[in-house]
């Protein structure tokens, strides 16, 4: 079937079977590499973007379930570069060690942020608890969220 999504504010469209995960329609459709593969099976959080505003796990969402849902990506947040208050934070708390969380984590903070509201460390705990991080810098991510929140 013939897929267009709204992807960071712009069409992506592609000719993928409906039940194609949103991660492979970002990643070889759109060529957007920043949401990672970890698990497959919405464990990690690896692949983490925004629908509509919320953190939604891009390897469990098939693309044709998706009717004019916004989408964005840590590309889409990365285009603000480091205006962003989350990826001033992350560098100034040297948060990444190998990496490969980084986007998942940074986009549930975000939807974490976006809301808006005040946040404490137990919001930031459960925000994030889905999010895996095989070098274990939760400490480092926890603090980098608070400091992007004050
Ligand atoms: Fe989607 Fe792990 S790759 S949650």
Redesign the pocket.
């Known amino acids: 079937m013939m897929v267009e999504l709204q992807v960071n504010g712009a069409p992506l469209r592609g000719e993928v079977d409906a039940g194609m995960?949103l991660?492979w329609f970002l990643r070889d459709v759109g060529g957007l590499r920043g949401s990672?593969?970890?698990?497959?099976?919405?464990?990690?959080?690896?692949?983490?973007v925004h629908i509509d505003g919320a953190a939604a796990?891009?390897?469990?969402v098939p693309v044709g379930a998706l009717r004019g849902q916004q989408v964005s990506t840590i590309e889409g947040l990365a285009a603000q570069a480091l205006e962003h208050p989350l990826l001033r934070s992350w560098e100034r708390h040297q948060v990444a060690q190998c990496g490969y969380c980084q986007t998942?984590q940074i986009m549930s903070a975000a939807a974490l942020l976006a809301q808006g509201r005040p946040i404490s460390e137990a919001d930031v705990i459960a925000a994030m608890e889905?999010n895996?991080c095989r070098c274990g810098s939760y400490l480092r991510i926890r603090r980098a969220v608070l400091d992007a929140a004050a």
């Open positions: 995960p991660l990672k593969f970890g698990c497959g099976a919405g464990l990690c959080g690896a692949c983490t796990r891009a390897c469990q998942g889905g895996l």
